[in-house]
């Protein structure tokens, strides 16, 4: 089956840096990929769709110019958190449609815990 | 608006059976996952149901009634890696996928 890769795994940093975060699919090529977010005990929160060579669509209420999504290629997305502040430390998480039809589910890269000091 | 309902937490024994409720309200309904999901771990597919009735797969079960807006994951034989949170997630009429708050489960030996 498909293979996420996601990395960081563990990140901290101090408030006002950036941090990258890169999604790979290692079996197959996707040409969208998920980006989630989880605060501890809270469902997952759908950010934004990374759409290869376009523009990446954001979800009501999460900024684009904090949240920069690039899909460069169609085995990579990254998600860069800019000026990141105490608020935005959460759990991070990619995923990748797989399969055809209805029944295509969704599998997940390992996650991103980021930790603003 | 689009909710999905499930317990909180749960606790069973170690070699019982136990069953994790989800209720769903959305925007229509194109399929219901259930995904397992360990702590400070991302989420693994567990089952996929988009007709009426059970799906079985090894020990996990998953049941879906459309009418009642309603579905079920069983476990059964539980062992203690089963300890793990899991979420129930809705597919709405605009393929997008609506999660649940997942449910805790608790497995004491």
């Known amino acids: 089956g498909a293979v996420v890769s996601q990395h960081p795994s563990r990140v901290i940093c101090k408030s006002g840096t950036s941090v990258k975060i890169e999604c790979r699919s290692l079996d197959f090529q996707a040409t969208t990929m998920f980006w989630y977010r989880q605060f501890p005990k809270q469902s997952l929160m759908l950010m934004a769709t990374s759409n290869e060579g376009s523009k990446a669509t954001y979800e009501q209420g999460v900024e684009k110019d904090k949240f920069l999504i690039n899909h460069a290629s169609l085995t990579l997305s990254t998600l860069t958190v800019t000026s990141a502040h105490p608020e935005d430390s959460s759990f991070y998480i990619c995923s990748v449609p797989w399969g055809s039809g209805d029944a295509g589910e969704l599998f997940f890269g390992e996650g991103s815990r980021l930790t603003v000091l | 608006g689009q909710n999905i309902d499930q317990p909180t937490e749960m606790t069973a024994t170690e070699g019982a059976i136990v069953q994790i409720n989800c209720t769903y309200q959305t925007s229509g309904f194109n399929g219901l996952f259930w995904y397992q999901q360990h702590a400070g771990e991302a989420p693994t597919f567990l089952s996929y149901?988009?007709l009426d009735g059970l799906e079985e797969k090894g020990r996990f079960s998953s049941f879906l009634s459309r009418s009642k807006g309603y579905s079920y994951l069983l476990l059964k034989e539980l062992q203690m890696k089963d300890s793990a949170s899991y979420l129930c997630a809705v597919r709405d009429s605009n393929y997008q996928l609506i999660w649940g708050a997942g449910t805790k489960l608790i497995i004491k030996p």
């Open positions: 149901n988009v």
